[in-house]
């Protein structure tokens, strides 16, 4: 049965360039309009895409706040964002509005796991020093005490968020020999905790103030902005590193900086920030930090996979079913 709401062929509005095999299917299944050139959309071309679609396909890029969907015409019933995290959509005023969001989970959970591991490995192991080093032209050979780093086997990580690609990232750091602790809102299930052999910290606060990595896995939500705050940062010993893979809102940037600056924390790994796409001039002048431009997921196939979800879910809904990876708001 045909969505009543939604006509048989809808109008779907793409914010920005996807895989060439996805927007190829997109054309064939819906009337599509694409952004082929990628530049990101202003606020008055987004107001006019949710006025005219009936389904709009937005990344973590755009802001789909309460401004915007104030504005969207009656069409619009579907917004199935590429990508998982959903805190650039305003989930309660889509919610009064009877719009419906869907998100692509699961299928970027390796390949962001994957992203962190190397920056847990980077960064105590200083890749990045190391490799400035070479293309400086200035490396005069080896010493046996130069570019020295901490070891990563036998230390402790603390996993800020044991969801999905928390717990990739535990699978993954057992086999370099980390033992593995977490914090998490809820505990996770005891099989899971035993197959990770992972440590649940009830208090954060305790966790951060007991290990030497700290990795950032946990979606961006009011409950999250700042959980590592100024007073959170400090409680990191000295010689500990922080990653982040997951929204640079999570941590407040300038304490970082700050603490980074100072010795307060041994080094950082960001592959988010909280003004993306600008860095805290603060942290681009410090060697003991690696910055990534927002690459987690970034793999061909990630991006194909996410496509794909994004297409099943418009097509499930405009069939006048259940989208698969409706998001619910009390979920976040
Ligand atoms: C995506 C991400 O590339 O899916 C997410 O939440 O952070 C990224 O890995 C991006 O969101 C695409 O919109």
């Given at each position: ?109 390796e390949?962001t796991a994957d992203m962190t591991m190397a920056l847990i490995l980077a960064v105590p192991r200083r890749l ?21 780093g901490n070891r990563i086997w036998g230390k402790r990580l603390g996993i800020?968020?044991m969801?999905?690609i928390g717990s990739a990232v535990a699978r993954r750091a057992r086999g370099f020999g980390l033992s593995v602790h977490y ?12 197959e990770l052999e992972a440590t ?11 290990m030497d990595i700290v990795s950032?896995n ?21 010689h500990s590193y922080i990653v982040?893979t ?20 041994g080094g950082?790994g ?20 690696v ?42």
């Amino acid at each position: 049965m045909a969505n009543p709401k939604m006509k048989r062929k809808p109008l779907v509005v793409v914010t920005r360039k996807l895989p060439d095999v996805i927007e190829t299917r997109m054309m064939e299944l819906f009337e599509t309009r694409l952004n082929l050139d990628d530049r990101p959309l202003s606020q008055a071309e987004l107001i006019r895409a949710v006025k005219e679609a009936d389904v709009l396909v937005p990344t973590v890029t755009d802001r789909i706040d309460s401004a915007i969907l104030s504005q969207a015409g009656e069409n619009l019933r579907l917004i199935a964002s590429f990508g998982t995290g959903v805190d650039h959509i305003d989930l309660a005023t889509a919610r009064t509005r009877g719009i419906t969001i869907t998100n692509t989970p699961g299928v970027l959970t390796e390949d962001t796991a994957d992203m962190t591991m190397a920056l847990i490995l980077a960064v105590p192991r200083r890749l990045s020093e190391g490799e400035r080093v070479i293309r400086s032209g200035n490396w005069t050979g080896w010493s046996p005490t130069s570019m020295l780093g901490n070891r990563i086997w036998g230390k402790r990580l603390g996993i800020v968020g044991m969801g999905r690609i928390g717990s990739a990232v535990a699978r993954r750091a057992r086999g370099f020999g980390l033992s593995v602790h977490y914090h998490n809102r809820r505990r996770v299930h005891p099989d899971l905790e035993a197959e990770l052999e992972a440590t649940y910290w009830d208090s954060l606060d305790q966790m951060l103030a007991h290990m030497d990595i700290v990795s950032v896995n946990c979606p961006h939500t009011p409950a999250t902005y700042h959980l590592l705050s100024a007073r959170r940062l400090k409680l990191i010993r000295p010689h500990s590193y922080i990653v982040n893979t997951s929204r640079g809102e999570v941590i407040d940037e300038n304490a970082l900086a700050r603490a980074l600056e100072s010795g307060a924390i041994g080094g950082a790994g960001l592959d988010v920030f909280e003004h993306e796409p600008a860095i805290n001039p603060k942290l681009l002048k410090l060697d003991n930090v690696v910055l990534l431009p927002h690459m987690g997921s970034a793999t061909i196939e990630g991006r194909v996979d996410m496509g794909e979800k994004v297409i099943v879910n418009i097509k499930t809904f405009a069939d006048g079913h259940a989208p698969p990876d409706r998001v619910i708001e009390t979920m976040y």
